[in-house]
Nanobody, 121 residues
Framework: QVQVVESGGGLVQAGGSLRLSCAAS????????MDWYRQAPGKQRELVAL???????RYADSVKGRFTISRDNAKNTVYLQMNSLKPEDTGIYYC???????????????WGQGTQVTVSS
């Protein structure tokens, strides 16, 4: 059983900053990647930032230069530093964990409940 818990969301004015955290817990053999997604009302969930276990990162074009993803492997925690926030960044931010529970097992996806981010104009 894997639990994924996000925190750090809130209401900020445009141009402000927020730092989201996501912690994975449980009997995890390895985590291959920890990602951040977001979903605005009426829209599909989209990938915001990706952090692979090797350290490489990828960002959605809309957040490049403003968001930074970082990861503490020892704590199974990933962070999303969001600066220069815009109203269009508003949405529910979800943490996704790609993990193996056993040696040689398949990689599975685990989702958190999400944390609300609201950016006012």
């Amino acid at each position: 059983q894997v639990q994924v818990v996000e925190s750090g969301g809130g209401l900020v004015q445009a141009g402000g900053s927020l730092r989201l955290s996501c912690a994975a817990s449980g009997s995890i053999f390895s985590i291959n990647a920890m990602d951040w997604y977001r979903q605005a009302p009426g829209k599909q969930r989209e990938l915001v930032a990706l952090k692979l276990n090797g350290g490489s990162t990828r960002y959605a074009d809309s957040v490049k230069g403003r968001f930074t993803i970082s990861r503490d492997n020892a704590k199974n925690t990933v962070y999303l530093q969001m600066n220069s926030l815009k109203p269009e960044d508003t949405g529910i931010y979800y943490c996704n964990v790609l993990a193996q529970l056993l040696v040689g097992a398949s990689v599975r996806s685990y989702w958190g409940q999400g944390t609300q981010v609201t950016v006012s104009s």
